[in-house]
């Protein structure tokens, strides 16, 4: 059972348009969600969070939108740029007990977006 | 770079074999948690602990195990190696809840 799902496994986007990536989940206990980047071989990049509380975070380029009533997340990125070019992942996490296993995240499968010149 | 260290970055070993993999938190992070990425699985939680307790675990077998010092370091060890454990090992750190970052990973090749 995969409760968070990111259904589009690829994305391509002309340099300076819009990125829109998106992610969905299935376990309303979720309240935490985060987006990563990632390069094979290398470790996930820390891109931008939203708390299940906001439904709008933004970061420089980097802007994430929470719909909880759909269970859905997206990060848009404007305006794409070619170095953009990478796996996302979207993460989530529920409250644990004692309130400190928040880095117990869930994933998506992730999507390869390619942003071309 | 996510000022989280693991070492070594890769790593061959024969079925039946032990190894150890070493992360390095971020300074002041107090948590450390570990996932496994394999190709069929992708980013799987594998264990948590905070200051030098276990706080939770996930899909983690028992041939697995794992333990934070208390200079707050963290080693994961893998016994009796499979060929289905080769996969990238990432450990994590974290202070508060909006800042989980990442190492570079340990590359783990069992043949």
């Known amino acids: ?117 | 770079d996510s000022g989280v260290t693991q070492t070594p970055k890769h790593l061959i070993t024969a079925t039946g074999q032990r190894v150890t993999l070493r992360c390095s938190p971020r300074s002041g992070d107090l948590s450390v948690y570990w996932y496994q990425q394999s190709l069929d699985q992708g980013l799987q939680f594998l264990i948590h602990y905070y200051n030098g307790e276990e706080r939770a675990k996930g899909n983690i077998l028992e041939r697995f195990s794992a333990q934070q010092f208390p200079d707050l370091h963290s080693e994961l060890n893998l016994s009796s190696l499979e060929l289905g454990d080769s996969a990238l090992y990432f450990c994590a750190s974290s202070h508060i809840r909006n800042t989980i970052y990442f190492g570079e990973g340990s590359w783990l090749t069992v043949v």
């Open chain 1, 1 to 117: 059972d995969q409760q968070v799902k990111q259904n589009s496994p690829s994305l391509s986007v002309q340099e300076g348009r819009i990125s829109i990536l998106n992610c969905d989940y299935t376990n309303s206990m979720f309240d935490y969600f985060l987006w990563y980047k990632k390069y094979p071989a290398e470790g996930p990049t820390f891109l931008i969070s939203i708390s299940s509380i906001k439904d709008k975070n933004e970061d420089g380029r980097f802007t994430v939108f929470l719909n909880k009533s759909a269970k859905h997340l997206s990060l848009h990125i404007v305006p794409s740029q070619p170095g953009d070019s990478a796996v996302y992942f979207c993460a989530a996490s529920a409250p644990s007990a004692g309130g400190t296993s928040y880095g117990k995240l869930t994933f998506g499968q992730g999507t390869i977006l390619t942003v071309h010149p």
